[in-house]
């Protein structure tokens, strides 16, 4: 008798933003692999694992509200009314002081980071069943800031709060909200040379940095009617950075 795990998202119907590279492909593979039904809004096209899997792909910039619009609206056309969004497209600024920074800079972190989980929690519930589930991809960056690092950890703080905000908007259709904010992953994002690999394997109590596979149960969790009584919620994923430093850490730095 197959009994079907109570993880299950079989016949979901799933959107992800940036789900062509990085955690959003892994989220795609996986959420496949379970046998939903995935749409990846993304200016880049899937590889072909994600396509010969069934994935539908949805060429969408989200910070153009009307590409968002389409987005969702061809999404249902060919998945079905949703059931889950995961909105992960972002990206980092250059690593300038706040006091030398580039506001033409700032304008493109902020209109990715920002407008574009502002237009998918702004447009994306009236495509979704109530009792679905919406998860953002903030990061701890948001939680926690560092030097060089002003624009990516006020968008990603203003990530985290317009998601709370969502979450007690739509309560009472049963559409959960919640944000992962994950530590330093291996992605394209961040290369190998990358400080934040080295860094990683000192600052995180499990002492090396995360892979994509590290984040995906997370998301399938959350998407699951598992965590049908989790709003609101911001899920820390980094390997216990912000829970403190090892001695042999500290005297390093005192060094």
Do not use: W
């Not at 990683?200 to 995906?216: K, Y």
């Amino acid at each position: 008798m197959d009994i079907a795990s109570p993880f299950s998202l079989q016949d979901k119907s799933i959107l992800i933003t940036g789900g062509s590279s990085g955690i959003g492909l892994g989220q795609c593979l996986r959420f496949l692999q379970e046998r939903a039904k995935v749409a990846v809004a993304d200016i880049q096209t899937p590889p072909p694992s994600a396509l010969a899997g069934g994935a539908h792909y949805l060429q969408c910039d989200v910070t153009q509200r009307e590409q968002v619009i389409h987005a969702l609206q061809h999404a249902v056309q060919r998945i079905g009314v949703l059931d889950v969004i995961i909105h992960n497209a972002g990206k980092p600024g250059t690593g300038a002081h706040l006091t030398e920074s580039d506001e033409e800079v700032l304008d493109g972190v902020v209109a990715l980071n920002f407008y574009g989980t502002y237009y998918v929690l702004k447009y994306g519930p009236q495509y979704m069943h109530d009792g679905g589930s919406i998860v953002t991809t903030a990061s701890v960056a948001g939680l926690q800031q560092n030097e060089g690092f002003f624009d990516y950890s006020a968008t990603k703080a203003a990530t985290i709060s317009m998601t709370k905000t969502a979450a007690v908007e739509l309560g009472l259709r049963g559409i959960r909200c919640n944000a992962v904010a994950p530590g330093p992953v291996r992605t394209p994002m961040l290369p190998p040379g990358h400080v934040l690999n080295a860094l990683a394997e000192n600052l995180s109590s499990l002492g090396r940095i995360a892979e994509v596979e590290d984040l995906v149960g997370v998301y399938h969790f959350l998407a699951s009617d598992q965590s049908k009584y989790i709003t609101g919620h911001t899920l820390i994923v980094d390997g216990g950075r912000l829970a403190g430093f090892r001695t042999s850490v500290l005297k390093r730095l005192a060094n």
